[in-house]
């Protein structure tokens, strides 16, 4: 009998382990995305890799939870500042809709392996030319 209590007990501390890291991570995520203007995925996906999940669950759930918030607290306080081109921000979102589903399907479709490659490739890019860049 005390070995399923035991049991049941790490399977409740694992999950809420996985809980509290994961609530870390949209902290994180919103955090540097408000301050730097980075996309939450930069800081998500990685993260979530640590946990376990795949490149493809990783991206997949990076996305997913961008979709309620997608920083509309961190664009109202932007845009109170003046710091918005709304104009703009319409053309780019309206099209990074069917950038979005164009580059899903794609990756979707890319053996994991090589979308991880792609994925640090850029990371390491982004990195360089932050760093070493004017």
Do not use: C
């Not at 309620?68 to 845009?79: D, R, W």
């Not at 003046?82 to 589903?101: C, E, N, Q």
Request: proline letters at 2%; glycine letters at 12%.
């Amino acid at each position: 009998m005390k070995l399923k209590s035991h049991k049941k007990n790490t399977t409740i501390n694992k999950k809420m382990s996985t809980i509290i890291f994961l609530i870390g991570i949209g902290l994180l995520a919103g955090f540097l995305s408000g301050i730097l203007g980075i996309g939450g995925g930069v800081i998500m996906v990685p993260l979530l890799l640590l946990i376990g999940f795949t490149q493809h669950q990783a991206q997949g759930t990076s996305l997913a939870a961008m979709v309620p918030p997608v920083t509309l607290l961190a664009v109202l306080q932007y845009s109170k500042e003046g710091h918005v081109d709304w104009k703009m921000a319409l053309v780019i979102s309206a099209t990074f809709i069917i950038g979005g589903l164009f580059g899903a399907k794609i990756a979707t479709a890319i053996n994991e392996q090589l979308l991880k490659r792609i994925f640090g490739v850029l990371m390491l890019f982004i990195a360089i030319k932050m760093i070493f860049g004017k």
